[in-house]
């Protein structure tokens, strides 16, 4: 893979010197990874800046306005936190599920039927209104894993035992949770024909930092809530399970060579079916800490495409459950400050150029390009 | 429900799917997965109501769909054939891409345009065969003709030409066919973009024949999804897919038309008195999309028949053994 | 001799890769209607100059001559336009289309219609125009290994090379078929046609060549030297820079109890076809049984269905007289059965996975590395460290991703992870494959020490050299079957029965 700088003249007298070469790298340097992600996101909003521009809007009064709509000032960070937690659990779900090479792209769904699965508990009173915040908050909890989980058994079994390819199913299954959500939303439990339930009873509400405002008067207003101490628990623990367990040296195992997993003796099928109820777990808590901590009642269009961003995020934490964290703080300011830019677009647009540039930048980590005097190699 | 009312509607609006069920599998015969259809549909679709909308030409409208579909498939080549990045995640992104490029430049077009802004056929003579012409060849939209020729076409370029030989054996064999000197880079190339074009081509068909107008997200609604779904069954096979896109397109017609009359087969209908049950009208093409991939991959492990040997495998030149 | 045509002339070629000098000032000239035998070692860099000349790499410096003429090669596409082609060790052949679309792709015509009838009709006049049989309408992954290289040669003959490469191009045959295949080789040659002959088996070269050049670590050590005017002594000399020992110290000891037993066993390919046989073995410890055969007989299967990766149809596996038929691959390792597997990177290791990682694979679930459900990271690492050390893994640390390894590291990896585990049953698949004769005689070492540890080791290689220095005993296989156990180390007789010849072993000792 060579490419000459210039043409070579054919008389050979007058020769650019020097080639572009371009190799193979076997071994990356430390902390090159982390500059060529920043690299790809500053050239991503550069490019998006350009995009903005060409349709007519101001790019840098938007960039600005981001800045400041998510990171301005405390009340609005708190804010930003709150649309970082569910990325941070739907992150890790799409990391665990990546890292075995199963592409999940069905934490969008596993996130509803989490909200729903949380929801159901108590809308059919199953937990007394009178219990205790711990104890309805943990069934609420208890009951969105389980929901998430049984959305990435479908996928993960059909994928185990029939080859069915998991990311059109993952897929799909996103429109059938949704829809099966509006079901109950419109047809079940609407409150008074509006697209949304009742709201439940305050033991059901994960603690804010507000909550605390009587002691800290500085907490006023803080919107942040404890999704987000669930997420960083999460994260940790899934950090924990993939490079410290048995199982996630299975998982990495799998991932990085099924053949020789199987040669292992490492149960693939087994292993298939579990990443994936794990995954839709995670998934299936965000959609909990979405109901419990934000909106207190089972609604339609509770998430702007968390399950989506949740691929980024993961790519772009390189599937590093720590690295999820702050990622995810940063597309929860894009995400929060999104929502007030115009055309609505503009964030997955943003998104989409981000994950491209990623994936582009990558090969600056596999190949190095190489000035060479060609004099020299004579 | 009138069944000819069904397959009739099933071939109009199973022709979007079928448009981009085949380009699919030109990209896929080819080795490149293209998970970016509804992406590339969507900006297909929006630019082609926003072209003729103001041109008042829906060939305008259309060619512009095709290059603008056409440029995404492009940059998904760039990033999958050149810099070897992985097809899942470029194909992903470029679903990001296309959807968010087509809000916001979408933003205000105007969102309903009752009629076709296409012509609409009826062939003479053979409109007039009982049963097959009331459903195929009766007030149709070109595209719908358009997409008839397609099927064999396509089916006989992959089979019976040279170009059809060279796609297939990049698609199985890269290492192979460089060394028989294809240039497997440029079929590659060409392939996805023509898959794009098509996608593009499918989007347009939406916007300006089958429910012509733009509506954001939900102009394409996660077709273009079921379109990748549709080539795993179709065994990537022109015909197949055919017959796929149209029963999905009768599925959807079904099920708009199931919730109108009272009774349904003399029993009282449920969808008729509870609006509600509609939503899991609504699952139903995802979930016969699951079902059609569990139909397809089982008929391909019988049959040992599958998936392009080198399909999503990038294609590095002069990598060396040991 | 003097004034016969030059056909090629390859003059101070350098060819590098990232961290290898592939080949350093080569030379090398064919002549017209000559066999011309390129020797070396695995990695010597005979592969590399020969695609240069098929245009696959282009040089880093040197040139090439046509006749008279200087070329340089954009493609295998330029480099066959003028009549030379290559015929690669992993044949580019498409699997699901047939000879007749295999040997057109490429071509210029037909330009867009393909009427395959008319071309399978001269394809066939082609084929027997030199003696070699072929079915046109065959799909390729039908065909044999033999068969499949006669269509890489029409392929060629097609295109009107005057100057065909072959790399190792025995490798995958059998004694019988390599007959034939010199056969045609000759026949190309009395045509006129040039044939370079790339190999490291000295005994083919001897038998097949006009001429022979040498290549040691990118460099030429014999430059085009008449294979009359030399001996194999001289030729290994050139080829490894210092005198070989062709056989390996193995002394006899009494071999113990069965270890691995098999009883009728049958399996299916990744095809679903039947690919084992009714295979009967006994494998002793302190035993190396040898399978002798060429690839592609069922060797890999039984390998399977005996470490747990396969399920076998019909018959009986036993371990140690303990029925394991049809166990899970977990339970095989835990039975005592070790596999080194014929594909280093696809099945043995994991390839972005460090050292460690690929070291643990079959020890990360017991004490002392399991610590109930986690993982000892710092146990794991010691234990890596000692093995690196113990079976000299030539590696930075033991954080390395494996893929960075050379190939003899890559299998010492693999024999230290396998051989630690003090196997009762070693399942060893073509372990030499590949490496470089040092290499080689490590690996063997440690076989032959782990024999005499007591280990029951079946040996599964396409080296009868190797095969006849390693094994205590010695079946060979045909299309699935044991076709029998042979008492005399004689290539002939393995040869024959290795391609099903009629000759039964004991006929064969007395012609």
């Known amino acids: ?31 090159l990874a982390t500059a060529v992600s920043l690299g790809a996101i500053g050239v991503a909003l550069l490019l998006g800046a350009l995009i903005l521009r060409v349709v007519g809007g101001d790019p840098w009064r938007a960039y600005g306005h981001i800045a400041r709509a998510a990171f301005g000032d405390v009340g609005v960070f708190s804010d930003t936190l709150v649309k970082a937690t569910p990325l941070i659990l739907v992150g890790l779900a799409c990391s665990v599920a990546f890292r075995m090479k199963l592409w999940n792209i069905g934490a969008e769904g596993q996130f509803y039927m989490g909200a729903l699965g949380s929801s159901i508990v108590i809308l059919t009173g199953l937990v007394p209104e009178a219990a205790s915040r711990p104890v309805t908050l943990g069934v609420m909890l208890l009951a969105g894993m389980l929901f998430g989980a049984f959305w990435g058994l479908i996928p993960g079994w059909l994928r185990a035992r029939l080859q069915v390819n998991e990311i059109i199913t993952t897929l799909m299954l996103n429109y059938i949770a949704i829809a099966f959500v509006n079901f109950f939303v419109f047809g079940v439990w609407s409150e008074g024909g509006f697209q949304m339930t009742a709201t439940f009873q305050r033991a059901a509400w994960f603690p804010r930092l507000s909550d605390l405002a009587d002691q800290w008067p500085g907490l006023r207003g803080l919107t942040t809530h404890f999704g987000l101490v669930l997420g960083v628990i999460a994260s940790a623990v899934v950090w924990f399970l993939l490079y410290r367990s048995r199982w996630g040296y299975e998982i990495r195992l799998v991932g990085d060579n099924p053949k020789a997993a199987e040669y292992a003796g490492v149960n693939i099928t087994r292993n298939t079916i579990l990443v994936m109820m794990v995954s839709g777990a995670l998934a299936g808590v965000a959609g909990m800490s979405e109901i419990s901590g934000v909106v207190h009642r089972l609604q339609t269009s509770i998430s702007p495409g968390y399950g989506f961003t949740g691929i980024i995020i993961a790519w772009l934490a390189k599937l590093n459950p720590i690295m999820v964290v702050p990622v995810s703080v940063l597309f929860g300011g894009l995400i929060l400050a999104g929502r007030e830019i115009q055309p609505a677009g503009v964030p997955r647009l943003i998104q989409g150029i981000i994950l491209f540039m990623l994936i582009a930048s990558e090969v600056l980590l596999r190949y190095r390009v190489r000035l060479v005097r060609v004099a020299a190699e004579r | 429900m009138d069944p000819i009312v069904i397959l009739h509607a099933g071939v109009a609006s199973g022709t979007v799917l079928l448009f981009a069920t085949i380009g699919e599998i030109l990209a896929e015969r080819s080795g490149v997965l293209n998970l970016g259809v509804e992406g590339m549909m969507l900006i297909g679709a929006m630019s082609a109501f926003s072209v003729t909308a103001s041109t008042g030409n829906g060939g305008w409208g259309l060619l512009v769909a095709m290059l ?255 | 001799m003097m004034d016969v045509p030059l056909a090629v002339e390859m003059r101070g070629i350098v060819k590098r890769f990232p961290g290898v000098l592939a080949n350093d000032q080569a030379d090398f000239d064919l002549q017209r209607g000559e066999i011309h035998a390129l020797l070396g070692e695995n990695g010597a860099g005979k592969t590399t100059l020969m695609s240069m000349l098929a245009g696959l790499y282009k040089p880093d410096a040197g040139t090439i001559r046509l006749g008279d003429e200087t070329v340089s090669f954009r493609s295998p596409r330029d480099a066959i336009a003028r009549g030379l082609g290559m015929i690669h060790q ?58 499949q290289q006669r269509v890489e040669i029409l392929k060629m003959l097609y295109r009107g090379v005057r100057v065909l490469i072959m790399d190792e191009p025995t490798a995958v045959l059998a004694p019988q078929e390599v007959e034939e295949l010199f056969k045609t080789l000759r026949a190309m040659a009395g045509e006129g046609k040039s044939i370079v002959f790339i190999s490291h088996k000295l005994q083919e070269v001897m038998a097949i060549a006009d001429r022979i050049t040498v290549l040691r670590q990118g460099r030429v050590t014999a430059p085009g030297i008449p294979s009359a005017s030399t001996t194999k002594e001289d030729l290994a000399r050139m080829m490894v820079g210092r005198p070989v020992l062709f056989a390996v110290d193995r002394k006899p ?81 835990r039975n005592g059965v070790s596999h080194i597997p014929e594909d280093r990177t696809h099945v043995g290791t994991a390839p972005n996975l460090s050292i460690t990682d690929n070291l643990i694979m079959k020890t990360f679930r017991e004490p002392p590395l399991a610590k109930g459900l986690t993982l000892d990271h710092h146990a794991a690492r010691k234990k890596a460290v000692q093995l690196k050390a113990e079976y000299a893994i030539q590696a930075p640390n033991v954080e390395v991703p494996t893929r960075q390894l050379s190939g003899g590291n890559l299998q010492r990896v693999i024999l230290a992870r396998e051989l630690s585990l003090k196997p009762r049953l070693l399942i060893a698949m073509q372990p030499t494959r590949g490496l470089d004769v040092g290499a080689i005689e490590g690996v063997q070492r440690l076989l032959l020490d782990q024999r005499n540890a007591g280990s029951a080791i079946l040996l599964v290689s396409e080296e009868l050299e190797e095969i006849f220095a390693l094994s205590d005993r010695i079946v060979a296989m045909y299309e699935g079957k044991i076709v029998g156990e042979v008492q005399t180390r004689d290539p002939e007789t393995i040869g024959m029965m290795m391609t099903g010849g009629k000759r039964s072993p004991s006929e064969a000792g007395a012609a």
């Not at chain 2, 102009?219 to 999905?248: C, E, H, K, M, N």
């Not at chain 3, 044949?91 to 210029?108: A, Q």
């Open chain 1, 1 to 31: 893979m060579t490419m000459p700088a210039a043409a070579p003249r054919p008389n050979g007298r007058l020769r650019w010197p020097f080639a572009l070469r371009i190799e193979a790298r076997l071994d990356a340097p430390r902390g």
């Open chain 3, 253 to 333: 000891i009494q071999a113990g109890d069965v270890v691995l037993e098999l009883e009728g066993v049958c399996a299916a390919n990744d095809r679903g076809l039947p690919a084992l046989r009714e295979v009967s073995l006994k494998v002793r410890s302190g035993e190396i049984v040898g399978v002798a055969g060429v690839a592609g007989n069922g060797q890999r299967e039984m390998a399977d269905v005996i470490t747990g990766l396969r399920r076998c149809t019909a018959g009986r596996i036993r371990v140690h007289g303990q029925d394991v038929t049809n166990h899970p691959a977990l339970q095989m390792i």
């Open chain 2, 68 to 322: 603008a579909a056409g440029m995404l498939a492009l940059l998904h080549g760039l990033v999958t054939i050149h810099l070897q990045a992985d097809q899942v995640v470029s194909g992903l992104a470029l679903t990001f891409l296309g959807v968010g490029l087509s809000l916001v430049l979408g933003e205000g077009l105007n969102k309903a345009g009752a009629i076709s802004l296409l012509p609409v056929v009826t062939i003479p003579l053979i409109s007039a065969i009982p049963v097959l012409g009331p459903i195929f060849f009766t007030h149709h939209s070109v595209m719908v003709y358009v997409g008839y020729l397609l099927v064999p076409a396509v089916w006989f370029y992959i089979h019976r030409t040279r170009q059809g030989l060279d796609l297939r054996a990049v698609g199985e064999n890269p290492t192979a066919a460089d060394a028989m000197g294809l240039n497997v880079q440029w079929l590659r190339y060409v392939h996805v973009w023509v898959g794009g074009l098509l996608a593009g081509l499918a989007g347009g068909t939406i916007s300006l024949a089958i429910s012509p107008g733009w509506f954001s997200e939900l102009t394409t609604s996660g077709q273009g999804w079921i379109a990748i779904g549709l080539v795993i069954f179709a065994q990537w096979d022109p015909f197949r897919a055919a017959l796929g896109s149209y029963a999905f397109g009768a599925l959807r017609r079904t099920i708009l038309d199931i919730q109108g009359p009272q009774t349904l087969f003399t029993l009282r209908n449920p969808f008729f008195y509870n609006p509600y049950l509609g939503f899991f009208l609504q699952m139903l093409p995802y979930a016969f999309t699951i079902g059609v991939l569990i139909l397809g991959s089982r008929a391909a492990q019988r049959r040992h028949l599958g998936a392009p040997a080198a399909l999503g495998l990038p294609y590095v030149r002069g990598e060396r053994g040991h």
């Open chain 3, 90 to 147: 992993h044949f580019t052949l498409i699997g699901p289309h047939t000879v007749t679309e295999n040997i057109l792709l490429g071509m210029d015509k037909p330009r867009f219609l393909l009427n395959l009838a008319e071309y399978d009709h001269s394809m066939m006049d082609l084929g027997e125009r030199f003696g070699l049989q072929i079915t046109p309408t065959a799909k390729i992954w039908q065909l044999s290994v033999g068969e």
